[in-house]
């Protein structure tokens, strides 16, 4: 029986790196765990062996969160089966989802799972999300950089049962998902592929055309962090209804503070909203109080989600500067005392600390040592020589990046997660029953005789009762109500009500298991739909001949190879961008109209980007506000095999029955 789509549902989607995150993640109140399997996710370090997966699933299917399983990567023609039998196996293991880029996929051999649609699939329009939609994807995770009024229109153009999910957090990618190759035109490791280089976090020098220096080491295509946090309840008067946290290379305390800060928000928007559910079964406590300020971040952006700001690039640094927490003012040759800002503040060995040197570069230096030297005032001993410590001087403003007291709290066990039951114990011909009914309406009756003889304390019969009945701590239960039917005053040893309530709450568990059905599989509109382009140039990111085969199914006429098949060796585009290099250093033509003296006098001329031997074009598309940067394929990268060779048109009608089997 298929499970029914609910468009009411707010799902929580967090990250795992592997199967030990992912079970913290659902502790911590995720309703959904995306992971990558053995091969083929866009994050290559972060992958996990089967059995690892089925574990996972195991636990989370305990509380009706699914687990999605990331196979992202655009794939060549020989990994076409690999994937196939991987895919496969994830199914046999439980899991929910597929998350796909590779539109091949769609030609091969599956098994009735669920296909959501990559953040890699450069999800921007209304025509897109639709035809994703109709070709049978049934959750499409849209692009980061699109405002409120974007996504309004993608929900209205599509199906409600289709669930729109959107990044609520974590780190950004400068470029449109999926319309980044920097990295392969540079390296040959493909962002595509799971291997990023990450370019866009290195320093640039920006010059205009007449070679004059615009910004000068400046990290300009780098962003800071992505924090919905005060957007959640217009992206759901918007349409999203999955909030994803951004993290699969992250740690474990990482996933544990994100996911609980969002599910606290969630549920504040869910006892306002009565015509919204939770996505998944149960009720977490933390014992800490969420702060996504605790962990690695490049500050804060909410990026475009209410329109185009200056202020959402991390230009000084990519690294952490942490919180503030005080100034130097003194530095010895061994150590160096701070005043804090806060008289409660505690400095502990182990921490991190960090300051800006006078030319902007963040510094960082780990504790040793640190010692109380007064109200406020802390002499800390770092684990590096001072002599090394560039620009250190009294007045220089500290922040803290590493604090040891939080990261052990998140180190041990920090959440529970119960189910809601009520518990009825009565009365049988030989004996007495346990029935437990959860929340979501299973329910399981154990019986077992036993004689029936009266109390000698009645009084303390019924308390010990409840309190017996009620201990179900180590299972994933809480009881929210417990009903005696008895017509007397028992006695009941604790051994016997103990060994009932087991019963009960295995019965229970293998009645939820047995009701669990994952979502269904949609299925595509036939005849097929049609693409809302009929050329597709190397963005569409085409590398192999089922992913070509589909396009041409779909009324594709040109299908170009993807830049991985180097095909492209002149500059084009290696990065498509919402982000503005023009806009976040003032300089956009836009915001100098009306300027007195201004106006007219600043256009969007390209600029160029160096770093070292690097060098990268930025242009300027002001019609639609994009910026482009231009580059070309390294000579090293393009001596390298290409993948597959491509139709250069659509071919004729007997090679195109040939390609597709028809």
Not at 14 to 39: K, L, Q, S, T
Not at 425 to 452: C, M, Q, R, Y
Not at 599 to 613: E, F, H, K, W, Y
């Amino acid at each position: 029986m298929e499970r029914p789509v609910d468009p009411h549902q707010l799902e929580l989607l967090a990250p795992a790196r592997d199967a030990d995150i992912g079970i913290e993640a659902v502790n911590h109140g995720a309703d959904a765990v995306y992971i990558g399997g053995p091969a083929f996710g866009a994050r290559a370090a972060a992958c996990n062996d089967i059995a690892d997966i089925a574990r996972l699933v195991a636990h989370a299917h305990r509380f009706n969160a699914r687990v999605f399983a990331t196979l992202n990567t655009i794939l060549a023609d020989d990994e076409l089966e690999p994937a196939r039998r991987q895919i496969w196996q994830l199914y046999e293991a439980g899991v929910d989802a597929l998350i796909i880029q590779d539109m091949g996929l769609l030609q091969l051999d599956l098994p009735p799972i669920q296909l959501h649609a990559s953040t890699q699939c450069d999800i921007r329009t209304p025509e897109k999300a639709r035809f994703l939609q109709d070709v049978g994807l049934s959750q499409l995770v849209l692009a980061r950089e699109l405002d409120l009024r974007e996504i309004a229109a993608i929900r209205a153009a599509t199906d409600p049962a289709t669930t729109l999910e959107f990044f609520v957090h974590g780190a950004l990618c400068v470029a449109y998902s999926g319309q980044c190759y920097i990295s392969h035109a540079h390296t040959g490791r493909s962002a595509n592929r799971g291997d990023c280089s990450q370019a866009c976090r290195l320093p640039y020098q920006v010059t205009d055309m007449e070679g004059r220096i615009v910004a000068h080491d400046k990290h300009v295509l780098s962003m800071k962090d992505n924090n919905q946090s005060r957007n959640l309840e217009a992206l759901v008067d918007a349409g999203i209804r999955s909030f994803k946290i951004e993290g699969r290379y992250k740690d474990m305390g990482y996933v544990k503070n994100i996911t609980a800060h969002y599910r606290v928000l969630l549920d504040e928007i869910l006892e306002r909203r009565p015509e919204f559910a939770r996505a998944s079964s149960g009720r977490t406590s933390f014992s800490f109080t969420p702060d996504p300020n605790q962990n690695f971040n490049r500050e804060f952006t909410d990026y475009f989600v209410e329109g185009r700001k200056a202020d959402i690039g991390a230009f000084d640094t990519p690294k952490n500067p942490g919180l503030p927490i005080g100034h130097v003012v003194k530095v010895a040759d061994k150590w160096l005392e701070v005043r804090v800002d806060a008289a409660d503040l505690v400095l502990n060995n182990g921490d991190g600390l960090c300051y800006y040197t006078l030319q902007k570069e963040l510094a960082g230096l780990a504790i040793n040592r640190a010692e109380k030297a007064g109200e406020g005032l802390w002499r800390v001993f770092p684990k590096d020589p001072i002599a090394g410590f560039k620009d250190l001087r009294a007045g220089t403003p500290v922040n803290r990046n590493r604090d040891m007291n939080w990261t052990r709290l998140l180190a041990r066990p920090s959440s529970e997660r119960r189910i809601a039951v009520w518990l009825r114990f009565g009365e049988t011909a030989d004996g007495f029953a346990l029935t437990l009914t959860d929340e979501d309406g299973h329910t399981a009756t154990v019986s077992a005789p036993h004689a029936k003889e009266a109390a000698k304390d009645a009084a303390k019969s019924e308390p010990m009762l409840r309190e017996q009945l009620g201990k179900l701590g180590g299972t994933p239960f809480a009881a929210t109500g417990i009903a005696l039917e008895l017509s007397a005053s028992w006695f009941l040893p604790p051994s016997f009500l103990n060994a009932l309530r087991r019963d009960a709450v295995s019965a229970l568990e293998t009645a939820r298991a047995r009701a669990y059905e994952r979502p269904p599989r949609a299925r595509p509109i036939e005849p097929p739909v049609v693409y809302p382009e009929d050329t597709l140039s190397y963005l569409a990111n085409v590398a192999n001949s089922k992913a070509r085969d589909f396009y041409l199914r779909h009324g594709v006429r040109v299908v170009a190879a993807a830049y991985e098949g180097h095909a492209e060796t002149g500059e084009v585009s290696l990065m498509i961008t919402r982000h503005c290099v023009r806009y976040s250093l003032s300089l956009c033509p836009k915001q100098a109209k009306g300027v007195t003296g201004v106006q007219g006098t600043v256009r969007a001329a390209p600029l160029t980007l160096v770093n070292g031997s690097e060098k990268l074009t930025l242009r300027f598309d002001c019609k639609r506000c994009e910026m482009h940067v231009l580059g070309k394929l390294k000579p090293a990268v393009a001596r390298q095999t290409a993948p597959l060779t491509f139709y250069r048109s659509r071919p004729s009608a007997a090679g195109d029955n040939a390609a597709t089997g028809t």
